[in-house]
């Protein structure tokens, strides 16, 4: 589990619920190490053709349809990294797309 360090600044779930709160909670998060984020990153390295895509599409805006036959697509879907959104794929979550985000950054750097 991980520990939150900000729930003694707020004192109700009122305020914990709060946008200020949620907003906080998905700091600490996307900072965390978790077996989540670990397979995340083991499957972008295993998988290039899903790493490809992925890039792409946050990258390059590039419109992906959605086909269960595509082997890319269906492992990024059986992980749960993409969702289906009327016919075209995109990130399941905004942590997950955060994640990318700052995978993809950080190796452009080296």
């Known amino acids: 589990m991980i520990k939150l360090p900000f729930q003694a600044?707020?004192?109700g779930r009122g305020q914990i619920w709060s946008k200020d709160g949620v907003g906080e909670a998905a700091?600490?998060?996307l900072q965390a190490r978790t077996t989540l984020f670990d397979s995340l990153s083991k499957h972008i390295s295993e998988y290039p053709d899903m790493k490809q895509m992925l890039y792409t599409m946050l990258f390059q805006g590039e419109q992906i349809a959605y086909n269960e036959d595509n082997h890319t697509i269906e492992i990024a879907n059986m992980f749960g990294y993409i969702s289906c959104d009327n016919m075209s794929i995109k990130i399941a979550n905004r942590i997950f797309e955060t994640r990318l985000y700052n995978m993809f950054l950080s190796e452009a750097k080296f």
């Open 9 to 11: 600044s707020f004192v």
């Open 27 to 29: 700091k600490v998060l």
